[in-house]
């Protein structure tokens, strides 16, 4: 990547949830959510992060804007370490990390107007007086495709993709340099999720935004990111440019995610490689390399020794005893 | 085209009883042919009608807003509009059978797979508990969930979402209809396991030579299981044609905008403006007067706006509801 | 969409007005009307009472109803009419008391205990406690501590009512602050008393007005046991629980003395409750259900 210094750096990050018995009990078990995660995004970029439901995806966007506290490991926004900070330290960093939710229903409070809705983080940091603040809001409701007399309309009078258009409103309201979109365009019509994967472009273009955008569907994830990470049970299986990830995937499970998506014309039905099974329980992960009890390839070393991450000059890096393509660094 | 189908509607049309005035159309003239053993895709948004049509077809609308306002169901020319609710009752499960997008809210949490399999059969075809449970075996065998004689005796919750898709799957198959209604049966699970069903899907339809209409948003789905396609925009059916028409040459406007917007995997479009559709769906009861599509189309004429298209052949089997397609004929 | 969700239809842009409200919930609106009847003669009581409530008339002892005496006279010769208007004063200020003291101080511990895991488990074991204590038992307790008073009564209704609200808020701020709207508050930087009064508390409006129709109404009938037993409202107050208590001993030569209080009663504690029904379906709070 370039030069200069990242937006956002994530370094080993791990968030285990424990899983009590009772009201004083001892966590009995650990579901490790996210096990060892590292990446960072420069300015400007789009990192996309994909793979199947409880793989841990939504926790690492949730724990790098310390929604949920992060177990271990380390971010890094704009070289500042922000895993330390306390409560009024995070609350002043929020203004630089935004975030776009799924469900542009229960992401709004129902009892808000649109406005009150737009305008909150500007009160939260005393941002101009509330005239100013009022122009402030016409002028993003204006910018992401909302009509200005929809200001005083509550969020059930919107449809799900103007909600959408809302949420990413309240996230551009504070100028941040990078937006985490945790699924925003997952409970969208497709008609609609056009309309706002376009919008999500515009604005990265016009205000040189970062994004790291999680999402289960292959296909819009390779349309909006420049680089993209694949996780399983925790771990990122492969990170990659998006042409090499999709044009020349290396680890078996990024293969067969990539298989699984439908085609795009009846003419290419084909034959594609089926996992057997499901993804093992994120409570008991299996040892060694973790997609071992689904992988087509597995040998037997996969099942004692975890796979490094290992990136090639390229910046490919595949977490894989047999298709990595780099030696340790 | 002489076999008889096997599920055909004539002029379905689905209303909605509201507090005052008229009820609102959510399903308007819609009519179809299944044959054997032929996948038929109903697409659109939410909204369409397209799950609608499915409960229309069963009769089980919501009570008591729901109702068939006019048309006919007929099953191998039998009327089910005009069926009583004890003869609904034999038809479903039996001859036509339905699987959900949540298997979870699908599945009783407190009875075991098994006996829920196992009275499906019992219910239909009045064997013994020895011979259903033995067919519940045999059901969960064949939808290939591994270790099925535990598993029979498991509760909904100890399942993955993938297992209960396999577990309605098996309920619906258990008493061999000759008619599958799947609405949106993957949109819940992730594309590794949506692949299995799909694959799953259409080998017991060959196995079983059911009749499968299967309701989905994602024209990949459609491109994967279809033998033809049937798209709705606002109750209305805007296109039917086989995949290879839909997929070579959309007609409608709404179809080649679906097509679009969606990005494809592998298209090299990268980062560039997807093809958006302006606007929403309308609101049932405020729908425009003429094409429901107008007010989003960018080709819309004043025709569109006052004046209904009808169904207008294009040759084959491929048909479309729009002013602007087919050239000639308007 | 799922399959049996209904088809969307617009939403009409304006409230609806008194009038079709009244159409469509009818029940509720009859037993508001009812209600507003009751207050107005009760707060009206030393006005519209033919006579004083406390004038004992030694010649009209046990009068049936009639022209003079509307409900007829007690024992003591005392219009049993007035006496009835004045104690829908003292069953109204009671059910009025203890709804708002058991609603505030109820809201302010369950937002505590909803809110801080530390607290919860604490607080609703002491609540728990309270609600084991039943009110009729701590009332004549309290009586024999202090003075028969009215507030002596708001108290002992008060306590057994408040874990019932307790209850009720911290199941809504529980289920409200795993919504994700709370959590993308928390991410533009919402700071935590906005977080409550904007984002939390306006959920816990309207449950607690269901909550609070029904904690009033079985203020006024606890307060009428509390009296009939003769622990409550002091004997010289005209409660109705002091009327019938006292009506009691001539139920079989002036049944009148116990009937119109009885009724009174009885149509105050139905008005509330359909009320309060009303108001459940109309606001649609899941919770509002008593606890």
Partial sequence: MSASQPVLAVEGLVKHYGIRPGLFGRARAQVRAVDGVSFSIAPGETLGLVGESGCGKSTVGKAVLRLVEPTAGRVTLEGEDITALNRAGMIARRRRMQVIFQDPYSSLNPRMTAGDIVQEPLINFGIGSAGEQRERVAALFARVGLRPDQRSNYPHEFSGGQRQRLGIARALALGPSIIIGDEPVSALDVSVQAQVINLMMDLQDEFGLSYLFVAHDLGVVEHISHRVAVMYLGKIVEIAPRAALFEEPRHPYTEALLSAVPVSHPRQRRKRVTLKGDVPSPVNPPPGCRFHTRCPIAVPLCREVEPPLLADPSGHATACHLRSQASPA | ?330 | MSATTLPAVAAPRSRPGLLRRFRRYPLPSIGAILLLALVVSALAAPWIAPHDPFEMNVVDRLVPPGADYTFGTDAYGRDIFSRTLHGGRVSLFIGVSVAIASTAIGLLIGVVAGYFRMADAILMRVMDGLMAIPGILLAIALMSLTRASIWVVIVAITIPEVPRVVRLVRAVVLTVREQVYIEAATAIGTRFPRLMWRHILPNTVAPLIVQATYIAASAVLVESYLSFLGVGTPPEVPSWGNIIAEGRLYVQIAFWNILFPSIFLALMVLSINVLGDGLRDMLDPRLARRL
């Fill in chain 2, 1 to 330: 085209m002489t076999e008889q189908p096997i599920l055909a509607l004539e002029g379905l049309r689905t209303e909605f009883a509201t507090g005052q005035g008229a009820p609102v159309v959510a399903v308007n003239d819609l009519s179809l042919t299944l044959k054997r053993g032929e996948t038929l895709c109903i697409v659109g948004e939410s909204g369409c009608g397209k799950s609608l049509t499915a409960l229309s077809i069963l009769r089980l609308l919501p009570r008591p807003y729901g109702r068939i306002g006019g048309g006919r169901v007929l099953l191998e020319g039998r009327d089910l509009a005009q069926a009583t609710d004890a003869e609904m009752r034999q038809i479903r499960g039996r001859a036509i059978s339905m699987i959900f997008q949540e298997p979870m809210t699908s599945l009783n949490p407190v009875l075991t797979i098994g006996r829920q399999i196992a009275e499906t059969v019992m219910v239909h075809e009045g064997l013994d508990w020895t011979a259903c449970m033995g067919r519940a075996l045999e059901m969960l065998r064949q939808v290939r969930i591994p270790e099925p004689e535990r598993r029979l005796h498991e509760y909904p919750h100890q399942l993955s979402g993938g297992m209960r898709q396999r577990v309605m799957i098996a309920m619906a198959l258990a008493c061999r209809p000759r008619v599958l209604l799947a609405d949106e049966p993957t949109t819940a699970l992730d594309v590794t396991i949506q692949a299995q069903i799909l694959d799953l899907v259409r080998d017991l339809q060959a196995e079983t030579g059911a009749a499968v209409i299967l309701i989905t948003h994602d024209l990949g789905v459609v491109a994967e299981m279809a033998d033809r396609v049937l798209v709705m925009y606002a109750g209305h059916k805007v296109e039917e044609g086989s995949v290879e028409e839909i997929f070579d040459a959309p007609a409608h406007p709404y179809t080649q905008g679906l097509m679009q917007a969606m990005p494809h995997l592998g298209s090299g479009e990268h980062r560039s403006r997807l093809n958006e559709i302006a606007g929403v769906v309308p609101a049932l009861n405020a729908r425009p007067p003429g094409c429901s599509f107008a007010p989003r189309c960018g080709l819309a004429t004043d025709r569109c706006r006052q004046e209904m298209p009808p169904l207008t052949g294009l040759g084959g089997t491929h048909m479309a509801a729009c002013w602007a397609a087919g050239g000639s004929q308007a």
